[in-house]
């Protein structure tokens, strides 16, 4: 809500606001290449709700030394909203 809306008539729970928003969910990884992909897949509930306009899943790779990086690369076609970022460890 923004400073001075108010909203009227309003059941406990329930948004009486009709604008949409856009979530993004920063995931961060490192060696969890038995895990990722299945992780992920639960934020897909996130595709059906009423109250978000769109998603995007950035998943940031610290340098994993696993099959992470192939995980994600599999994963990615999958989900249109996703984004991957790979970084080396210093």
């Known amino acids: 809500m923004l400073a001075g809306e108010t909203i009227t008539s309003q059941k ?9 928003f856009t979530l993004s ?9 038995l895990f990722v992909s299945a ?3 639960r934020l897909r509930i996130l595709e059906s709700s009423t109250l978000l306009s769109g ?3 950035i998943v940031v ?6 099959g992470t990086a ?3 690369r599999e ?8 984004l991957y970022r790979f970084q080396l460890r210093i």
């Not at 406990?12 to 949409?20: A, P, Q, Y």
């Not at 994963?75 to 996703?82: D, H, S, Y």
Request: cysteine-free; aromatic content about 12%.
């Open 61 to 66: 790779d610290d340098g994993s030394s696993d």
């Open 39 to 41: 992780s992920l897949r």
């Open 12 to 20: 406990k729970g329930e948004m009486n606001d009709s604008r949409k």
């Open 55 to 57: 998603i995007e899943v």
């Open 70 to 72: 192939q995980a994600l």
């Open 75 to 82: 994963f990615q076609p999958e989900f249109p909203f996703f």
């Open 25 to 33: 969910v920063l995931v961060p990884v490192y060696n969890e290449e």
